[in-house]
């Protein structure tokens, strides 16, 4: 049960081609958005589509990975995990942010 502790498994449909950075070491860094949809009916019985967006950070082989084959659009499953940081603005406001740390993706449909 230990693996389950901090786990995250999404499908969805990417917001935009992967934006891929390489560190200093040569490692890359590809980041982009997974859209999520859910799908229920209202207490009127209308149908309603609830969309989330989750940021998503690969590193090294994952990260080559989605630069190479993903792209705005495509279905994709991502697992992870939840991570959470902070960051200063230029203004000094702090910031934070969570993203997913992709671990495995598997490409979906066409």
Request: proline share 1%; net charge neutral.
């Amino acid at each position: 049960m230990n693996s389950l502790k901090n786990k995250v498994q999404l499908i969805g449909n990417l917001g935009n081609d992967p934006e891929v950075i390489v560190m200093e070491n040569g490692t890359k860094l590809a980041k982009f958005s997974v859209a999520t949809n859910e799908t229920y009916k209202n207490a009127q019985g209308e149908k309603v589509t609830d969309t989330q967006w989750h940021n998503i950070v690969a590193w090294g082989k994952t990260a080559e990975i989605a630069e190479s084959y993903l792209a705005k659009g495509k279905e994709v499953a991502i697992e992870g995990k939840l991570t959470s940081r902070s960051y200063e603005t230029k203004e000094g406001e702090k910031r934070y942010i969570t993203e997913i740390r992709c671990n495995e993706l598997l490409m979906l449909g066409k």
